[in-house]
């Protein structure tokens, strides 16, 4: 029986700014974090830049030529904070402003709702210098933007995303150092976890005081952390630090105006010393849907350096990535990337969301895709089947969760075209729709003509 999903259904694709833009010069756009770490050397497999990407700057008619084509109802974008308030300040560049009036108002022309998310990591490079998201000035400063952007486009736009994963922005980009600004200072890390987890609620309430009725809410990467050695009570407690401090943590803050206990134990003084009275106040508010952004689950199999404390340098693994090597039986489902491929895992995941949180009265899938680089044959077709059953396998466990009673409004695939992966350069493909970096001549793949049938059908068959 087909899995079919209710009429109302969001169908969408997503991207980022830094990751397809470019035009990293133009228009008095200001200096990002990815501009200075792109451009450090070692920092992007083979010195890769977004310095031009998939040029969506000055393409962007064409790539929403491409989106109503398929059938994308909805696009996910994010706005670069550099191109608005090149220095992060209060002082305006209007021609940042025009272009995403432009990108906004040809979305609605062709049909597609925008979904605008305000931070997906392009920082400004001066809020940067004097310690970004380890000052608490940040949250200020971004609450700043956020009302800016709500007066300028929430005429149009109402559907709201403060940060996409600040984890990453956390753990990936100031204590493993893999992200920009690249910092290997734990202190510096949970100082962020928590200016982020403040920032998304000012954000909210900024955005708030000028569209009362808009819709504000959060994208977190989550993943499920699957005990390999359930005897091991060592494993069983990692597993459990692992899921307070990727899952949890902003979730909770927004939920309780508290983070989880053990953790906030864990971090001791590094905690203490950034959460201030009343911050709890400030923390707590009420978003109006959840975005999850979802690629694998992650395996446990011994607890490692998990059991230390983290003032004695304990390492948190990537999400999606083993704590030890990929169980044998996922090695032949790794995507190009290393990811194994678990789509019943998104199923879980949305269950645990609606049991353990049922105050989220919505969910949106806000990325979920795979990293298989298949090019175009020698016909020009791009034949990525495996990246058609990833779709098709993750869609049925959403329409599986929805059936169950998750409260699911929609899903965006990550992403609409290949583009600058982040710390991977160019290698990495995670597009429906294949672009040829040295011409920027775009092919819908297999992929993407799959998604245009499921999203005509409403259900996958």
Known sequence: MPVKFPDDFIWGAAASSYQIEGAFDVDGRGTSIWDTFSKTAGKVKNGDTGDVACDHYNRYPEDIALMKSMGIKAYRFSIAWPRLFPQGDTVREERGFDFYNRLINALIAA?????????????????EDEGGWSNRKTVDAFAHYAQACAEAFGDRVNSWITLNEPWCVTWLGYSIG??????????????SAHHTALAHAAAQRAIKSVRPGAEV???VNMTNYVNENPEDASVVDAANLLDENLNRWWIDAFSTGKYPSKLIAAYGKLATDVILPGDDALLKCEPDFLGVNYY???FIASAREEDKPFSEGAYLPLPNRANTSIPERFKGGLTDIGWPVTPDGLRVLLE?????????????ITENGCAINDGPDSTGVVNDSRRVSYLRDHLTAVGQAVAAGVPVKGYFGWSIMDNFEWAEGYEQRFGMV???FNTQERTIKASGHEFSKIIANGAVS
Do not use: C, F, N
């Open 352 to 364: 645990r969301i609606h049991r353990d949180w049922p105050t989220i009265k919505a969910i949106y």
């Open 111 to 127: 049909g597609i709702e925008p979904m605008v998310t305000l931070y997906h990591w392009d920082l400004p490079q001066t809020l």
């Open 434 to 436: 294949y672009v040829d």
């Open 296 to 298: 694998s689950d992650s």
């Open 178 to 191: 893999v992200h920009a600004p690249g910092k290997k200072d734990y202190s510096m890390a949970v100082a």
């Open 217 to 219: 809410g959060l994208t």
